[in-house]
């Protein structure tokens, strides 16, 4: 008598279930594709290439790009083997544990934000900014956002605090120089080069 009984009523929650989920209830198609940290690992690596070796050979026509943090503190970079969506990206970490968490960010540069978002299969809460001629920045990770899209930044407008939003095993900034979709080797301003893997040591040597 339970079994089919059971079975039934299992039946039945089947049947009234499907029926009964409107529309408006499936997946946003949006939040159903992939993150958009591995959209951006997907760049064929030809393309990365190729951009990467343009911007090598013009370094003039960069932006100046500052680290972007505060005067008169100094962060650690790093990046690693493996690292989405790029070997190029840098993750900031300022003194030892959660020291960093809450940390203000500053831009890199004057811009316009042109995403300030979500990613939960990635970057957490980010934002990226345009600089113009096809340059970009990208924050990620955050604990909160203080800009939205379309907002005009320079670079002492603080657009966030340092978090552990999204895929990250501890509290740290996510950064990225961007050129045409293409994560490339930073540049901090006229004359620091990031170096990779790293660590090494940055800090904001200007206006302070
Ligand atoms: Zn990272």
Redesign the pocket.
């Known amino acids: 008598m339970i079994r089919p009984a059971l079975g039934a009523a299992i039946a039945l929650a089947a049947l009234t279930l499907t029926p009964a989920m409107p529309a408006g209830a499936l997946p946003d198609p949006a939040s159903a594709q992939q993150s958009y940290m591995a959209q951006r690992a997907a760049v064929p690596e030809a393309k990365a290439a190729a951009v990467r070796t343009a911007v090598d050979m013009a370094p003039l026509a960069r932006p100046t790009l500052r680290v972007p943090f505060r005067c008169n503190e100094t962060w650690s970079g790093a990046s690693r083997s493996g690292?989405s969506p790029s070997y190029y990206?840098i993750?900031f970490n300022y003194g030892s544990g959660t020291a960093d968490l809450g940390k203000p960010v500053k831009t890199s540069a004057s811009g316009t934000v042109m995403r300030s978002a979500y990613d939960a299969g990635g970057y957490g809460n980010y934002i990226e900014i345009a600089h113009g001629d096809g340059w970009r920045t990208l924050y990620a990770h955050l604990q909160s956002r203080a800009v939205g899209v379309g907002a005009t930044v320079t670079d002492s407008t603080q657009i966030g605090r340092v978090g552990d939003t999204g895929n990250v095993t501890g509290p740290h900034l996510?950064y990225e120089q961007i050129k045409d979709g293409v994560v490339v080797a930073a540049l901090f301003g006229a004359s620091t080069w990031a170096v990779y893997p790293g660590p090494s040591s940055y800090s904001r040597g200007y206006d302070c």
Do not use: Q, R
């Open positions: 690292h990206a993750d996510h």
